[in-house]
């Protein structure tokens, strides 16, 4: 009988270690996802030039491209001018919350020489993350994206 005692109790012990066991196991697995998560705050411009090299000699006065519209975009929130003003667009510093996932940057000109150039740049925290370039005459547009999920 105290055999039969015996075999019973270490069954139960054994049983009591490997559910202690997963769980342990359960909650050790849960913290490091957690950890994962921890979004961070940048700082972010939009930046749009137009650079107009034209025929040499210069023409007098000098045809300057212009700028119909820009679109700025962090995660869901969309923000258009129209007409801006001069041949540098900047938004401006800002920051952004990496949990925001992606920025989308997008411009349209008319350019008035066929090596005019559209350039638009997305930085963050002080260097360009993406640029792009656009050459050629006429109404000329450039979009870029970027995502903080890409590594």
Not at 52 to 81: D, E, R, S
Not at 82 to 93: C, D, I, L, R
Request: aromatic fraction near 12%; charge should be negative.
């Amino acid at each position: 009988m105290k055999q039969f005692y015996k075999s019973k109790s270490l069954f139960r012990l054994s049983l009591l270690f490997a559910v202690l066991f997963s769980v342990i196991s359960v909650v050790n697995s849960c913290k490091d996802d957690d950890d994962d998560e921890e979004f961070t705050d940048h700082i972010v411009m939009f930046e749009a030039k137009i650079n107009t090299k034209g025929p040499q000699p210069a023409p007098t006065p000098p045809v300057n491209g212009t700028f119909k519209t820009v679109v700025t975009q962090i995660g869901t929130a969309p923000n258009t001018t129209f007409n801006p003003t001069g041949t540098t667009w900047t938004s401006g510093e800002q920051f952004v919350n990496s949990s925001q996932s992606q920025l989308n940057f997008a411009a349209n000109a008319v350019l008035p020489y066929s090596d005019s150039e559209l350039i638009i740049n997305i930085w963050v925290d002080g260097e360009i993350a993406k640029t792009k370039k656009v050459v050629g005459v006429g109404e000329k547009n450039a979009s870029v994206f970027y995502s903080f999920l890409e590594l």
